[in-house]
């Protein structure tokens, strides 16, 4: 399964923007890009996924990269809410098993 | 409607005691896989089941774990002779096909 790298962890300042970057080089034609949270003490949880173009829903925005190397998961507004562990998953189109990384832990500062 | 349910929420034994982890899906989905969590970690997958096929057991970590799956409904995963290593929370995803729906998850203790 391809890899994914993600920063351990990142801050925000509530209200404002967040781009949560994460980097899969070896990426393969029938990847999809997924990304799931998981808030504290609960399971986790979808928020988006893309193969190729960029993708909008009522939670965030995925970009990603012309050549798919990279994806950026984009939290418009984040709210104390959004502070969770973010995980960025590649998944062939397939589907089967999530091959999740250690994420990137987002806290979000009032 | 009713999400994805795992039971018990918390379970502590001793080591060597056997346990038995359940999960009720949500209805309709076809896929059903368990993940584990030790304490300050990612998930790691151990199991997935997907309609009659043969269920994927490639994240299994040792004999000791073995699941069942009845139908497209309730799954069972056994850990016999528990070790101290199996604390984690146990977690169950079902889907349809696509995103996965993650329940709450089992606790389990070693002492």
């Known amino acids: 399964d391809a890899k994914t790298t993600q920063p351990n962890s990142m801050e925000s300042n509530e209200e404002e923007p967040v781009h949560l970057p994460c980097n899969h080089s070896?990426?393969?034609?029938?990847?999809?890009i997924h990304w799931y949270r998981q808030l504290p003490s609960q399971g986790p949880e979808y928020v988006i996924h893309?193969?190729?173009s960029n993708v909008n829903n009522r939670m965030a925005s995925l970009a990603i990269a012309e050549d798919r190397k990279s994806s950026t998961l984009i939290l418009h507004r984040a709210t104390l809410r959004d502070a969770a562990v973010y995980y960025c998953?590649?998944?062939?189109?397939?589907?089967?098993?999530?091959?999740f990384g250690q994420g990137t832990e987002l806290s979000v500062k009032p | 409607g009713a999400g994805v349910s795992q039971s018990p929420s918390n379970k502590v034994t001793e080591k060597g005691k056997d346990v038995e982890l359940r999960c009720d899906p949500i209805?309709?989905?076809?896929?059903l896989y368990w993940y584990r969590q030790r304490l300050g970690q990612g998930l790691e997958f151990l199991i997935y089941?997907?309609?009659?096929?043969?269920?994927?057991k490639s994240g299994l970590p040792s004999d000791r774990f073995s699941a069942e799956r009845t139908g497209e409904s309730v799954s069972t995963l056994t850990i016999q002779r528990t070790q101290q290593e199996d604390s984690a929370v146990y977690l169950c995803?079902?889907?349809?096909?696509?995103?996965?729906?993650f329940g709450p998850g089992t606790r389990l203790t070693v002492l």
């Open positions: 995803a079902s889907s349809p096909r696509g995103q996965q729906f």
């Open positions: 070896t990426i393969s034609g029938t990847d999809y």
């Open positions: 893309g193969l190729t």
């Open positions: 998953i590649l998944r062939d189109r397939q589907g089967g098993k999530l091959i």
């Open positions: 209805s309709g989905h076809t896929a």
């Open positions: 089941f997907q309609g009659n096929s043969a269920p994927d």
